[in-house]
Structure formats: C-alpha cells, structure tokens
C-alpha cells in the first residue's frame, strides 16, 4: 500500500490540529505505529484494513496524541513563515502566489545594514522584487502595503486555517473547523 494513501490527521489532546498549514498529518503506518505504542486515541478509521498474521486493523484517519503538546510560544523566523505571515501575498502588488513564486524582500537592503528580521523583511514576488531592486522604498515608487511585524503562534495558525489542503478526507472535516461559526 502507498505510503501517501490514507494518511491521518494529526490532533493535540485538546482535539485541535497540531497546526494547519501544513496540515498536520502522518502516513498510516507512523499512526499504526503510535497506536501500539499508545502514544495516541483513534477518533476516527477509514474503512481500509491492514493484516497481521493474528489480527486485522482499520487505518485510522483521524488520531489525537495522548499528551498535549505546548505550541512554540516564538514562532520560528523561517521563509516560510514568512510567507505565511503574509498570507503568501506579494507585500507590494498585494497579488497571491505559491511559495516557490516567492522571494524575500529586505526592505532596508543588506547592503544598506538591513537585518534579516521579522520587522525589516517582507514577502514579494520576483518582478516586485527586481523592480525594487537594492532601493529604499522612498526612492521607488512602490507602495509597501503593509508593515511587517514579528507574528505570534497563533497569528500564524490563523493564517494557515485561510490554506485548505490539497486533500481533505471526509472524516476530518469535523476536526478541522470545528471552530468556525455555522450558518443559520
């Protein structure tokens, strides 16, 4: 069976995603695995099987951990995060991309004693970004379209809750946005 098939989705003990962009997910065999080593609940199974000599299993398609796991208090200042940060939107035409799309932009240069920080680095894309070039933005005639900041955790699992997966099974829908208002 592929690896990439049936994966399960991954909860903290209080039922909620251990982050949702990306989604956190294992392969059906890790959750098997944490199963036996009662690391985590099944919530929910798909309806597949798997056979040992003595005994047949559902995959499960939902587990969540035993143990809570803290959220990192500082997120880490990664390009990804970044990205995510700003909502993978060019800071300067304000259009969406993927990350591969992306590129970083010091808005005070490097060469000019920029830092590589939460507060001097912004998304944008590659033309936004040439067409700055290593210019402060009073010398151009770009607008920033809005300021960076330092995120918090939970800034960012906001924004990764506005980035569906590309796959979302059935059984998870429950988990995912159990927090969302409903309608009438």
């Not at 909620?16 to 099944?42: E, G, M, N, T």
């Not at 033309?127 to 070039?133: F, I, T, V, Y």
């Amino acid at each position: 069976m592929d690896k990439s098939i049936n994966p399960s989705l991954v909860l903290n003990a209080d039922f909620r995603p251990l982050s949702y962009y990306p989604l956190s997910l294992c392969s059906w065999q890790d959750a098997i695995k944490s199963v036996f080593l009662d690391r985590v609940s099944v919530i929910e199974s798909y309806e597949e099987e798997v056979h040992s000599p003595s005994t047949t299993f559902k995959l499960p398609s939902v587990i969540a951990l035993k143990d809570y796991v803290k959220c990192l208090r500082k997120p880490a200042f990664t390009r990804f995060n970044v990205f995510l940060r700003d909502n993978f939107c060019c800071q300067y035409c304000n259009q969406k991309f993927s990350a591969n799309d992306l590129t970083f932009d010091h808005i005070t240069p490097k060469y000019l004693n920029g830092k590589t920080t939460w507060t001097n680095v912004v998304s944008a894309c590659t033309l936004c970004n040439l067409s700055k070039g290593r210019r402060l933005l009073r010398y151009t005639d770009m607008i920033l379209i809005k300021s960076p900041v330092k995120p918090t955790s939970m800034q960012l699992l906001n924004n990764g809750k506005n980035f569906p997966p590309n796959y979302l099974h059935k059984s998870w829908r429950d988990y995912l946005y159990w927090d969302t208002e409903l309608e009438n």
